[in-house]
C-alpha cells in the first residue's frame, strides 16, 4: 500500500513556467514532510522540507504548501528552468517518534522545455 | 557525494550468480538503508539497519541478503533467488538530524 501518493506521474512546463507537484498521505503520525530531486544516474538529493506547524515554506524558487486538514502537500518551482528538469519525490516520516524510515511517492518526471 | 559511497557504478550479474554492492559512509550516521528504484514505482526499500549487527526487511527483502558489522559499512548481496535483479539500486545513510544521505548509486544488469 502506497503511504504517500504523487501525482503527476510526468510534468511538461515552459521555461519561467511554474511546475506544481502534489502529494497526499493517509497517516496521521507523519510530522516531516520533504520533497527529493534526483538527476539521471545520481541519488536523490534533499530540495527542501516541512512539519506539519506550518502551512507554508519558501526557499528560493521553490516553495511547499501544506495543508493538514486534507492531508496534503505540493511543491511549487517558480519562474522553472531547463536545469531543473529532473525527477522529484515527495516523502513523509514520522521523524518526532526517532523512526528514520521515509515513506516515498512514486515520484514525478519533470522537463522544462526552452 | 556529501561522504556516502556506492561501488561499483556499474554491475553485471549473469543468471544463477550472487552479486555484491558495496555502500560506505563515513558520516558517523548509525542508519544506513537499501533502496531499489525502477521506472515508475520510486524508492522501495529492501533492508535498513539502525546500529552495527542488526538489521531489518523492508518490503521487498526476498532475493536480498546484508550485514552490518561496521557503522561505516552496510553491503548488499543479490543472490540468484532474485528473479528480477535489473534495477537502480540506492543507499542512504541517516540520522535524525540531517535526514538522509543518497549515494550516487548502482546499476545492475542481468547478462
Known amino acids: 500500500q502506497q503511504q504517500v501518493k504523487q501525482s503527476p506521474q510526468s510534468l511538461i512546463v515552459q521555461k519561467g513556467g511554474i511546475s506544481i507537484i502534489n502529494c497526499a498521505y493517509e497517516?496521521?503520525?507523519?510530522?516531516?514532510f520533504p520533497w527529493y530531486q534526483q538527476f539521471p544516474g545520481k541519488g536523490p538529493a534533499l530540495l527542501i522540507a516541512?512539519?506539519?506547524?506550518?502551512s507554508e515554506k519558501k526557499e528560493g524558487r521553490f516553495t511547499i504548501s501544506f495543508n493538514k486538514s486534507a492531508k496534503q502537500f505540493s511543491l511549487h518551482i517558480m519562474d522553472s528552468q531547463p536545469g531543473d528538469s529532473a525527477t522529484y519525490f515527495c516523502?513523509?516520516?514520522?521523524?518526532?517518534?526517532?523512526?528514520?524510515?521515509?515513506?516515498f511517492g512514486t515520484g514525478t518526471r519533470l522537463t522544462v522545455i526552452p | 557525494d556529501g561522504g556516502i559511497t556506492q561501488s561499483p557504478k556499474y554491475l553485471f550479474r549473469k543468471e544463477g550468480q550472487n552479486v555484491t554492492l558495496s555502500c560506505e559512509q563515513n558520516l558517523n550516521h548509525d542508519a544506513m538503508y537499501w533502496y531499489r528504484q525502477d521506472p515508475g514505482q520510486g524508492l522501495r526499500l529492501i533492508y535498513y539497519?539502525?546500529?552495527?549487527?542488526?538489521?531489518q526487511k523492508g518490503d521487498i527483502a526476498e532475493g536480498y541478503s546484508v550485514s552490518r558489522e561496521k557503522k561505516e559499512s552496510f553491503p548488499l548481496t543479490v543472490t540468484s533467488a532474485q528473479k528480477n535483479p535489473t534495477a537502480f539500486y540506492l543507499c542512504a545513510s541517516v540520522s535524525l538530524s540531517y535526514g538522509y544521505t543518497f549515494g550516487s548509486g548502482t546499476r545492475l544488469t542481468v547478462v
Open positions: 516523502a513523509a516520516s514520522m521523524r518526532l517518534t526517532g523512526a528514520n524510515n521515509l515513506f
Open positions: 497517516n496521521t503520525a507523519f510530522d516531516y
Open positions: 539497519s539502525q546500529i552495527v549487527n542488526d538489521f
Open positions: 516541512i512539519r506539519p506547524d506550518v
